[in-house]
């Protein structure tokens, strides 16, 4: 049960700032997944972001739910730091540890202006059995928490219109908006990802936790300010729900 590709493909997390300011701020997520057309809980996320100065950081804690425990228990932690100018994110450094089925895993980039100076994955993973990543590919891009906090911004997001290049020290991927649309009082951005490279030869078709193909976040406006209430995401075999509470 691969519950850590929906952590940083289908984003289940981190839409870290739902306000037109950035400020500092905790937020808690539930995961659901639907099954059967009934949402039942998989695990919850805690997070907490900082501002100070020009300086951004992000830590947060992973928990699997008991039911998901039986199959493959899950626990992880992470953090993100970098830089903020003029409303525009660099980040700097970004690790994940996670352990899962008592087997332990860590994930570190180092950027510089955007680009990737140096990225280790312990323990390593075999790049002959995934599509190609070049350097070029390694230009210009964010981590998957910092693209998470523009996405949940209404305004850093320029109003659902800034794709996203994204590398996760694995897999290389964009997330493009391709629809904004009013519905039940939510504005509702939808994104697409595009698969660059890192991802699997042989792609398991009948894997019901593959990363989301698709994911929409939920606004609701609030006197002058964009609220994210909740994140749905979907794939060819299942619909995750998070929602998100502030604290």
Request: charged share 25%; hydrophobic share 35%.
């Amino acid at each position: 049960m691969k519950l850590y590709y929906y952590i940083f493909l289908v984003f289940i997390i981190f839409s870290e700032q739902s306000y037109a300011k950035i400020e500092d701020s905790n937020i808690n997520y539930k995961l659901k997944l639907n099954i059967l057309g009934v949402h039942i809980k998989i695990g919850e996320i805690n997070s907490y972001m900082k501002i100070k100065d020009n300086d951004y950081t992000l830590n947060f804690k992973l928990t699997s739910e008991k039911l998901v425990n039986i199959v493959t228990s899950i626990k992880g932690e992470g953090n993100i730091k970098g830089k903020i100018k003029k409303l525009t994110l660099y980040p700097e450094m970004y690790q994940y540890n996670y352990t899962k089925k008592n087997k332990d895993k860590n994930t570190q980039i180092i950027f510089n202006s955007s680009n990737v100076a140096s990225s280790s994955t312990i323990p390593k993973f075999d790049k002959n059995k995934l599509t190609p990543i070049t350097d070029a590919m390694l230009i210009n891009v964010i981590d998957p928490i910092t693209a998470i906090i523009y996405l949940g911004n209404y305004t850093l997001s320029n109003e659902c219109t800034n794709n996203y290049r994204i590398f996760d020290g694995k897999r290389r991927y964009n997330l493009n908006y391709s629809n904004k649309y009013n519905k039940n009082g939510y504005t509702v951005c939808r994104l697409l990802q595009e698969k660059i490279g890192g991802f699997k030869l042989s792609d398991d078709k009948n894997d019901i936790f593959k990363p989301a193909q698709e994911i929409d976040t939920y606004f609701k406006k609030v006197d002058d300010s964009y609220i994210l209430e909740k994140i749905t995401t979907k794939n060819n075999f299942s619909n995750l729900l998070i929602e998100v509470s502030y604290f």
